[in-house]
């Protein structure tokens, strides 16, 4: 298992249909509230919290948990 470059967590890589990966949190797999989160599902779809409702089973992106997260952020532009 990896764990965070910047705090330390351990987390998983998870590949998008697209063939990037996405850090999660790697004890966040579970049933979350599309209402008010933000879900990766097992398969890498990201599934933005605050437009729908309901719940579906996924995980917790790092960089919304991490406090480091935007040291990880790329800039507009691929710079």
Not at 16 to 27: F, H, M, S
Not at 32 to 44: C, K, N
Request: aromatic share 8%; charged share 20%.
């Amino acid at each position: 298992m990896a764990t965070c470059k910047a705090c330390g967590e351990e987390i998983l890589f998870i590949e998008t249909p697209r063939g990037k990966y996405l850090p999660v949190d790697a004890d966040s797999l579970g049933v979350h509230d599309l209402a008010s989160e933000t879900v990766v599902t097992p398969q890498g779809i990201v599934i933005k919290g605050g437009y729908g409702s309901g719940q579906v089973q996924g995980y917790t992106p790092h960089f919304a948990t991490c406090p480091f997260a935007d040291q990880f952020r790329k800039a507009p532009g691929g710079a």
